[in-house]
């Protein structure tokens, strides 16, 4: 199973303790995530399933590119790691 | 009299409350975090804030203590957008709208037979319903699906906006909501069908041609005489215009000193020909007139306006009053604003003087009084 761990930021906000979930693709893995943790998909997820804007999610250390869809492919032992997209000066 | 209102920012949302040293700040909520959007509901006593997170997007809270505690409630989305067609684009700029909630901009009660009944309107233009005191909403449809939705244009912002809904209280059915830039639109039927209502309108910044189209005004802020409900005032990009048939047509009123610009306005809850607004240089500068923050009112309808400025800073003030920066209480005596330069006054003679209650806020989103029910 993939180990799933979140940003510091978004914990003041949504407890997101860091967890492991099984699924082949980011999606599965999320999917199986949010399920568990329903209060936090809205944080890292649009109301269409889709990356927030200002997310960025990454697969042993890769930005996913399939941002709508999150089908970029996840090991049994990928580390998935969820954080803001970092802006400004 | 009121005695507390409620203060929304961009790092935070603040409680005034009168006290026998005067009016104070006495409790801070979601100190850092950007609150556009507030509201009081008189119904229940139920407080409401929108959180407005860069990165995690829109939230709602909701407090049923008076602010002690909060619970995240239900958010506005938007549905799936048709596959099976073009992507909305904004008419002027030729960008995709998207149907995400972008920014809850606008939070209002039901009618006094409507417990629980809230509205919600957000960029890009979605109005949104809930029947469960913010558990849940329902966009409504028959205006998102409405073609000319698709004219609507973003102002200052990129995508168009609901900023203002205000439900008629002898009909709840009867709503009218502004729209930047999209006009005043209007439903009789509690939202099955609507109407744009903007008739007299002007906006002198379309080709001439245009200046007149309903559909494609710019009111910063519309309100609505709790007493008098066909009175209506909308502070417009353009200037100031007033409605006594119930929005269906709009008077132009001109000529008011110092300036006819501005974003805020409120009027008097029981006569519709008292209001107040707070002028500005026109869009291109957006700071008080000669740097000196004033309030304008007027009592006959339109037809003059005073400069209240006893107490207000006359130098060097570049405070800009946002449109739902200002508020009224319930016995038209009492009036509150906030500015972007964190500065907030209060006062009690319904705007002959005010007093300074802070000068170090955050920039003022919305400023909401606790009134009875």
């Given at each position: 199973m993939a180990r799933v761990s979140f940003t510091q930021n978004i914990q003041r906000h949504v407890a997101c303790p860091e967890t492991r979930a099984p699924g082949n693709t980011v999606r599965e893995v999320l999917e199986h995530v949010f399920r568990e943790n329903a209060p936090a998909r809205g944080y890292v997820l649009d109301e269409h399933g889709e990356v927030r804007r200002h997310m960025i999610v990454f697969v042993d250390g890769v930005a996913i590119k399939d941002r709508r869809d999150l089908s970029d492919p996840v090991g049994p032992e990928s580390h998935v790691y969820i954080m803001q997209a970092l802006s400004g000066g | 009299m009121s005695t507390r209102f409620y203060v929304a920012t961009r790092k935070g949302l603040f409680t005034i409350t009168k006290q026998p040293a005067g009016w104070r700040i006495s409790d801070a909520a979601f100190l850092a975090q950007n609150v556009p959007m507030l509201l009081h509901d008189a119904r229940d006593r139920a407080l409401y804030a929108a959180l407005h997170h860069g990165h995690f997007g829109s939230k709602l809270h909701k407090s049923t203590n008076g602010g002690k505690s909060w619970e995240e409630i239900g958010v506005p989305t938007y549905p799936e957008p048709p596959k099976d067609q073009e992507p909305d684009k904004c008419p002027f700029r030729g960008i995709p709208i998207p149907w995400r909630t972008e920014l809850i901009w606008e939070l209002e009660k039901g009618g006094r037979d409507e417990p629980g009944v809230l509205w919600c309107g957000t960029v890009p233009g979605g109005l949104f319903r809930s029947e469960d005191g913010g558990k849940s909403w329902d966009i409504i449809k028959s205006l998102w699906y409405n073609p000319r939705r698709k004219e609507w244009t973003g102002g200052g912002l990129?995508?168009?906006?609901?900023?203002?809904?205000?439900?008629?209280?002898?009909?709840?059915?009867?709503?009218?909501?502004?729209?930047?830039?999209?006009?005043?639109?209007?439903?009789?039927?509690?939202?099955?069908?609507?109407?744009?209502?903007?008739?007299?309108?002007?906006?002198?910044?379309m080709p001439p041609e245009q200046a007149y189209e309903e559909n494609a005004q710019d009111p910063h802020r519309m309100v609505r005489c709790p007493a008098q409900p066909d009175v209506m005032w909308v502070q417009h990009?353009?200037?100031?215009?007033?409605?006594?048939?119930?929005?269906?047509?709009?008077?132009e009123i001109e000529n008011v000193q110092p300036s006819v610009f501005g974003f805020a306005c409120v009027v008097h809850p029981t006569n519709g020909d008292v209001a107040w607004f707070v002028p500005a240089v026109k869009d291109e500068e957006r700071i008080p007139v000669n740097a000196k923050v004033v309030v304008t009112r007027t009592r006959d309808g339109g037809k003059t306006f005073e400069q209240l400025s006893k107490g207000l800073p006359q130098e060097h003030a570049y405070d800009l009053v946002f449109r739902h920066a200002m508020d009224i209480d319930e016995t038209g005596r009492v009036l509150a604003f906030g500015s972007t330069t964190g500065s907030l006054w209060v006062s009690e003679d319904d705007g002959d003087s005010w007093q300074t209650v802070a000068e170090h806020l955050p920039p003022v989103y919305c400023v909401r009084f606790e009134k009875p029910s």
């Open positions: - | 990129d995508y168009a906006g609901i900023h203002t809904v205000c439900v008629d209280p002898r009909n709840s059915k009867h709503v009218a909501v502004g729209v930047s830039c999209g006009g005043v639109w209007v439903t009789k039927d509690g939202g099955e069908t609507w109407a744009c209502q903007a008739k007299g309108m002007r906006a002198a910044y990009h353009n200037g100031i215009f007033r409605s006594t048939d119930g929005s269906k047509t709009w008077q």
